[in-house]
Antibody, heavy 122, light 108 residues
Framework: QITLKESGPTLVKPTQTLTVTCNFS??????????VGWIRQPPGKALEWLAL???????RFSPSLKSRLTITKDTSKNQVVLTMTNMHPVDTATYFC??????????????WGQGTVVTVSS | SYELTQPPSVSVSPGQTARITCSAD??????AYWYQQKPGQAPVLVMS???ERPSGIPERFSGSTSGTIVTLTISGVQADDEADYFC???????????FGGGTRLTVL
């Protein structure tokens, strides 16, 4: 059974760096095909894909946010960490991590965490 | 940039058929995927590769395509189907993911 859980600060000040962690179980990120992605959702708005890390440590980023994002994995801890620099109030959102279907040629997510709410405010 | 366009809202009565469209702005088009999201919950994958229903998803959910438009059809809509639905695809190279703006399905 695959589960994912996000954790991180609930409040971040403008210009600060956000670090959110995804702890997962039920799969290993050193197994071929596996990947973990991050998606966010501002209150009442659409989903926005942020980043993905593959088992190979290959990474993909949203073109519009690439300069602000870093994604890393710790296979021994079953963890993926996303950092986003220079946070602004418009970055206020629920941040989800999700498991990529390993058998797919596409990036598609079959299991999601419950999300962690991040508010950017001074 | 690659965009997916969805109608903001669709309303149907119980037992009727709901059709939610997702329009890509360029060809060739990558496969589309559909997620259902209920208030306060994480999204759930309800349609894969345009027309493939994941395990556990009711048969009343189906998918179809025509050119740049992908459609999620829910037959015999039930009250429990009331939710936001998001389509997802990728750019032509499959490098990055794009979500549609979402459609709020209201069951009258």
């Amino acid at each position: 059974q695959i589960t994912l859980k996000e954790s991180g600060p609930t409040l971040v000040k403008p210009t600060q760096t956000l670090t959110v962690t995804c702890n997962f179980s039920g799969f290993s990120l050193d197994t071929g095909g596996e990947g973990v992605g991050w998606i966010r959702q501002p209150p009442g708005k659409a989903l926005e894909w942020l980043a993905l890390i593959y088992w190979t440590d290959d990474k993909r980023f949203s073109p519009s946010l690439k300069s602000r994002l870093t994604i890393t994995k710790d296979t021994s801890k079953n963890q993926v960490v996303l950092t986003m620099t220079n946070m602004h109030p418009v970055d206020t959102a629920t941040y989800f991590c999700a498991h990529r279907i390993p058998s797919s040629n596409d990036i598609v997510f079959d299991m999601w965490g419950q999300g962690t709410v991040v508010t950017v405010s001074s | 940039s690659y965009e997916l366009t969805q109608p903001p809202s669709v309303s149907v009565s119980p037992g009727q058929t709901a059709r939610i469209t997702c329009s890509a702005d360029v060809l060739p088009r990558q496969y589309a995927y559909w997620y259902q999201q209920k208030p306060g919950q994480a999204p759930v994958l309800v349609m894969s590769k345009d027309t493939e229903r994941p395990s556990g998803i009711p048969e009343r959910f189906s998918g179809s395509t025509s050119g740049t438009i992908v459609t999620l059809t829910i037959s015999g809509v039930q009250a429990d189907d009331e939710a936001d639905y998001f389509c997802q695809s990728a750019d032509s190279s499959g490098t990055y993911v794009v979500f549609g703006g979402g459609t709020r399905l209201t069951v009258l």
